[in-house]
Nanobody
Framework: QVQLVESGGGLVQAGGSLRLSCAAS????????MGWFRQAPGKERELVAA????????YHVDSVKGRFTISRDNAKNMVYLQMNSLKPEDTAVYYC???????????????WGQGTQVTVSS
């Protein structure tokens, strides 16, 4: 089992940056693919970025390519989402999640954090 705790959200102006962190507990963390999801009010939750268990493969949704970067540090049981050039449409609750299966499929995530709010003002 994996427990996930996100941090790093907040209020930022358009064009600014934030770095989200996800602290994981559990001895098998390095065996899981990891992802960052977001959900804005009135919208469906979407997979924003994902990373393989080794960190050697990543996925970023088209709307964040070139602006967001997912990374992980298995020695520290941490996953990160560096967000640059933020836009008002990036405003959402961001969730960290762990997948034992296909980490690029949003329906194959098994464990979830509680979420952290990101608000981008124009």
């Amino acid at each position: 089992q994996v427990q996930l705790v996100e941090s790093g959200g907040g209020l930022v102006q358009a064009g600014g940056s934030l770095r989200l962190s996800c602290a994981a507990s559990g001895r098998t963390f390095s065996s899981y693919g990891m992802g960052w999801f977001r959900q804005a009010p009135g919208k469906e939750r979407e997979l924003v970025a994902a990373i393989s268990w080794s960190g050697g493969h990543t996925y970023h949704v088209d709307s964040v390519k070139g602006r967001f970067t997912i990374s992980r540090d298995n020695a520290k049981n941490m996953v990160y989402l560096q967000m640059n050039s933020l836009k008002p449409e990036d405003t959402a609750v961001y969730y960290c999640a762990a997948s034992w299966g296909n980490y690029v499929r949003s329906d194959e995530y098994d464990y979830w954090g509680q979420g952290t709010q990101v608000t981008v003002s124009s």
